[in-house]
């Protein structure tokens, strides 16, 4: 299987048949994605198989807010008592035919790049995350120092100080890989991480 680079969705993309494993986000790419991209509500990025031209996975990134009871004592440090401006890794996927090759931590690092570049043109003060099972949790938690929100230990932040501490230069511009902005080189031919 060789792979696309990450990029917006659009109308041509093949989601027939994305099974991710998660009824959920499955059924969101295929159902909702290419809507709420378009009417921007959030954006949507996909890899593509590029033989067969089939999306094997997404991510979707949306603005949004933490109320103080919601955040973390690190996040509210400095920021007053109001509502904190964050970006939400809404959601993630990768097909089942694809899994285990790294593309998911890839999709994430690529996911964080852009975060990064968003906050360097408007006020943004963490990534949140929903994660949708005690799994998810733990998968984000192997990739970065994310904090749980005092709320619900499904919520997951990473402060823009932390990112930009881990990503030299601002936006992860030179780090290698298949997939821009990934940490490990996948090797999707033999199917692992290297």
Known sequence: MKLSQVAPATRDDDLDGFDCGSPAQSEWLTRHALQAHASGGCRVYVVRDIGSGKVVGYYALAAGSVRLGEAPARLLKGAGRHAQPVVILARLGVDRAAQGIGLGRALVVDALRRVV??????GVRAMLIHCESETARAFYLRLAAFEQSPSDPLHLLLLMKDLRRAVPGGAWDDVPGTIPG?????????????
């Open 117 to 122: 570049r968003v906050a360097d043109q408007i």
């Open 182 to 194: 990934c940490t490990v080189a996948v090797d999707v031919e033999n199917g692992r991480d290297s």
